[in-house]
């Protein structure tokens, strides 16, 4: 199993950037899809969230400005984010969860998103 996340970089307050997760090695629809971000000296925290029927969630901090997205058949899911604030900087990374299956749990290597002021 293989998580891959790409998109990050460098943006200026009020910006926006994509972010993609490209899965390998497992039946992706198969899985509940998570966005992570950890900023500098905070603990990993979860901002969104997309199980395989679609249904999504979001963090109170980022609802209203990321949106979360799956496409099934390109294994792969998005964070679209909007209205960028410098609080934002962090790495982020994707997870992949089997419902039902405490053991099936699958992180990428993260992506570093830095907003400047």
């Known amino acids: 199993v293989q998580l891959v996340e790409s998109g990050g970089g460098l943006v200026q307050a009020g910006g926006s950037l994509r972010l993609s997760c490209v899965a390998s090695?497992?039946?992706?629809?198969?899985?509940?899809m998570g966005w992570y971000r950890q900023a500098p000296g905070k603990q990993r925290e979860l901002l969104a969230s997309?199980?395989?029927?679609?249904?999504?969630h979001y963090a109170d901090s980022v609802k209203g400005r990321f949106a979360v997205s799956r496409d099934n058949a390109k294994n792969t899911v998005y964070l679209q984010m909007n209205s960028l604030e410098p609080e934002d900087t962090g790495v982020y990374s994707c997870?992949?969860?089997?419902?039902?299956?405490?053991?099936?749990?699958?992180w990428g290597q993260g992506t570093q998103v830095t907003v400047s002021s």
């Open positions: 997870n992949a969860r089997r419902p039902g299956i405490s053991l099936y749990d699958y």
């Open positions: 090695g497992m039946i992706f629809s198969f899985n509940d």
């Open positions: 997309i199980t395989t029927g679609g249904s999504t």
